[in-house]
């Protein structure tokens, strides 16, 4: 079963920086894109940003000059570098995996493209 784990998350000052990370483990066969979304109390889940296996990168405009999207698929890792933050940055930092994974059914291996998302990790931007 595929799983992401995220780290790097919490609380900064305005203008402070934070790198965020999220690794995927499970038997995951090809990645064709990972990256962060992120959700603030009583908003929907809007994405940060996304970085495909060609390295081609999405900003939302928000965060475009200040957030660095970066990946390591032989490591199954994203980076998020996020430089001169602000108070409307605080949310809860979600990564994403899309990708084509093997699993075991029955005792059978069944291979299927899907996403998974990470659990979240929180981060605040206050003085």
């Known amino acids: 079963q595929v799983q992401l784990v995220e780290s790097g998350g919490g609380l900064v000052q305005p203008g402070g920086s934070l790198r965020l990370s999220c690794a995927a483990s499970?038997?995951?066969?090809?990645?064709?894109?990972m990256g962060w979304y992120r959700q603030a109390p009583g908003k929907q889940r809007d994405l940060v940003a996304t970085?495909?296996?060609?390295?081609?990168?999405n900003y939302a405009n928000s965060v475009k000059g200040r957030f660095t999207i970066s990946g390591d698929n032989a490591k199954k890792t994203v980076y998020l570098q996020m430089n001169s933050l602000k108070p409307n940055d605080t949310a809860v930092y979600y990564c994403?995996?899309?990708?084509?994974?093997?699993?075991?059914?029955?005792?059978?291996?069944?291979?299927?493209?899907?996403?998974?998302w990470g659990q979240g990790t929180q981060v605040t931007v206050s003085s």
């Open positions: 994403y995996l899309d990708a084509v994974s093997s699993k075991q059914v029955g005792g059978a291996s069944e291979i299927s493209r899907g996403e998974t």
């Open positions: 970085i495909s296996s060609t390295d081609s990168t």
């Open positions: 499970g038997m995951i066969l090809n990645i064709y894109s």
